[in-house]
C-alpha cells in the first residue's frame, strides 16, 4: 500500500469520526434543550443530518476503497452510481440548508423586528422540502445522461465527471450549488461581523425589570466576540 493512500484514508477515518460525532453531539443538545427548538431549528436539524449521512455512508466507501487500492470501478455499475448520487444529494443539501441556516441567523440580527413575521416554521418547512427536491433533481440528472458519474482514483470515489462534454452539469452544479451558495455565506456573516464591531466601539443598553442601564464598549467586547463566534 502506498504512503499516500495511508495518509488519505487516516484522513478519510478522522473525518468521518469527527463528522459523526459532532453531528450526534449537534442532534442530542437540541433535542435534550427544547429552548433551542425554534420554528426554524429544522434548518439546522437538515444540514447535520446530511453530514451524519455523509459520515457513515459515503466516506467509508472511500475509506475502503483507499486501504484496498481500487484502481478502477465500472462507472455504469449500481454501485457506483448509487454512491455518486448519495454523495452528491447529500452534500447539496447540506451546504443549501447551511445557507438558508445562515439566512435564518442573518435576518433574525439584522431585521430583528420583522424576523418573527418573515422566517415561520411554515416557511422554513417549505425551504427545506424545495432544497432536498433540488438536491435530488441534481444528484439525479447524470442518472438520465446529463452528466455522468465516474471512478475517480484520487479520490476513491464515484464523483461527477467533469470532461468537456458535461460542462453544462459541471456550471450548474458549481455554480449553483457551491460557490452562490458560499459566496452568500461569507457576505451575511462579514455583515454580522461589521454590524458586531460598530455595535462594539458604541458599547449599549442593558435593561431589567427595573431600569436600564449602559455598558460600555470595553464591557461589551467580550460578548460582542462571543455573540461572533457562536452563530
Known amino acids: 500500500m502506498q504512503w499516500t493512500a495511508v495518509v488519505y484514508a487516516a484522513l478519510m477515518i478522522s473525518s468521518s469520526i469527527f463528522s459523526v460525532l ?12 427544547r429552548s433551542l427548538q425554534t420554528d ?18 459515503t466516506i467509508p466507501f472511500g475509506i475502503h476503497n483507499s486501504i484496498f487500492q ?21 452534500q447539496v443539501a447540506s451546504i443549501h440548508s447551511l445557507t438558508w441556516a445562515t439566512v435564518d ?22 425551504i427545506i422540502a424545495v432544497v432536498w427536491v433540488y438536491s435530488i433533481l ?6 438520465f445522461g446529463f452528466g455522468s458519474y465516474v471512478y475517480s482514483e484520487t479520490k476513491f470515489l464515484c464523483v461527477p465527471s467533469f470532461k468537456p462534454s458535461t460542462v453544462a452539469f459541471n456550471m450548474l452544479f ?11 455565506m461569507c457576505s451575511m456573516y462579514a455583515y454580522i ?12 443598553f442593558v435593561c431589567n425589570e427595573d431600569h436600564c442601564f449602559y455598558v460600555p ?6 460578548s460582542s466576540i462571543v455573540m461572533v463566534t457562536t452563530i
Open 22 to 33: 459532532g453531528n450526534l453531539v449537534l442532534l442530542l443538545v437540541v433535542l435534550l434543550n
Open 138 to 143: 441534481n444528484a439525479a440528472l447524470p442518472l
Open 174 to 184: 458549481m455554480v449553483v450549488g457551491i460557490i452562490i451558495p458560499i459566496v452568500l
Open 193 to 204: 461581523v461589521y454590524i458586531a464591531r460598530n455595535q462594539v466601539r458604541r458599547g449599549t
Open 40 to 57: 426554524t431549528w429544522v434548518l439546522t436539524l437538515s444540514f447535520c443530518l446530511c453530514d451524519l449521512a455523509l459520515g457513515i455512508s
Open 105 to 126: 441567523k442573518f435576518t433574525e440580527i439584522c431585521f430583528a423586528l420583522s424576523y418573527p413575521v418573515i422566517f415561520t416554521a411554515y416557511r422554513a418547512k417549505i
Open 217 to 222: 464598549a470595553s464591557n461589551y467586547f467580550k
Open 70 to 90: 481500487v484502481k478502477s470501478y465500472p462507472s455504469k455499475s449500481a454501485t457506483c452510481k448509487g454512491s455518486a448520487f448519495l454523495f452528491l444529494l447529500l
